[in-house]
């Protein structure tokens, strides 16, 4: 069964609006969770890690402030595009680490701001 | 040079052919090494992790050189349901994140 949720599965919005998703750890707690994002035939990119308790820490070229990350307790973290733009459409993917073994990824939240 | 490249693909082979694919990383400190496959809008999904001993699930064999930051996927016997696209991953220096190649994309035709 699934191990990370997220929330929405899909999000249409206008350009100009805030959109948040939340990804979950299902039944196990993570203190480090990872924000990806994939725009069409492209390779996942990582754009941040959320950390429980400090700052998320940004990979180089992502905005800290158009992209907010919360990691609100050990099993949920939240991200914020903050006033979408098109080219902001694209499929955001988390994961997480279990322990001893690699990252489960969500079900990913496909945006498209109009 | 990208941190983790791919065989730029597609493959389209016939259902019971072999079929490989290779991929090579950049960063000589990454430590972990896995195939994940992605089907179309979804999520990736860990097919395998890649040893330097090699191993070996069913009819799918992974391989990683550390001398030369080589790391391959052995298909045998296709099958449709292996139509996907594979991706090769490398952890970065610190072993939290991932880092994803761009895919290779497999079609399995009958």
């Known amino acids: 069964g699934a191990v990370v949720s997220q929330h929405p599965s899909r999000v249409i919005c206008k350009s100009g609006t805030s959109v948040k998703i939340e990804c979950r750890s299902l039944d196990f707690q993570a203190t480090t969770m990872f924000w990806y994002r994939q725009f069409p035939k492209q390779s996942l990119m990582l754009m941040a890690t959320?950390?429980?308790?400090?700052?998320?820490?940004?990979e180089q070229g992502v905005e800290k402030d158009k992209f907010l990350i919360n990691h609100a307790s050990l099993t949920l973290s939240t991200l914020t595009v903050t006033s979408a733009h098109p080219e902001d459409s694209s499929f955001y993917i988390c994961?997480?680490?279990?322990?001893?073994?690699?990252?489960?990824f969500g079900p990913g939240t496909r945006l498209l701001v109009l | 040079r990208k941190e983790v490249e791919q065989d730029p693909g597609p493959f389209n082979v016939p259902e019971g052919a072999t079929v490989a694919f290779n991929c090579t990383y950049s960063n000589s400190a990454s430590q972990s090494f896995f195939w994940y496959r992605q089907d179309c809008r979804k999520e990736p999904k860990l097919l395998m992790s890649v040893y330097s001993s090699g191993n070996e699930d069913g009819r799918f064999t992974a391989q990683l050189n550390r001398a030369s930051q080589y790391i391959s996927l052995l298909i045998r016997d296709s099958k449709l349901s292996d139509s996907a696209t594979y991706l090769c991953?490398?952890?970065?220096?610190?072993?939290?994140?991932?880092?994803f190649g761009k895919g290779t994309t497999l079609s399995v035709s009958s």
């Open positions: 994961s997480a680490p279990l322990p001893q073994e690699t990252q489960y």
């Open positions: 959320s950390n429980e308790g400090s700052k998320a820490t940004y």
């Open positions: 991953v490398a952890t970065n220096q610190a072993g939290t994140a991932l880092i």
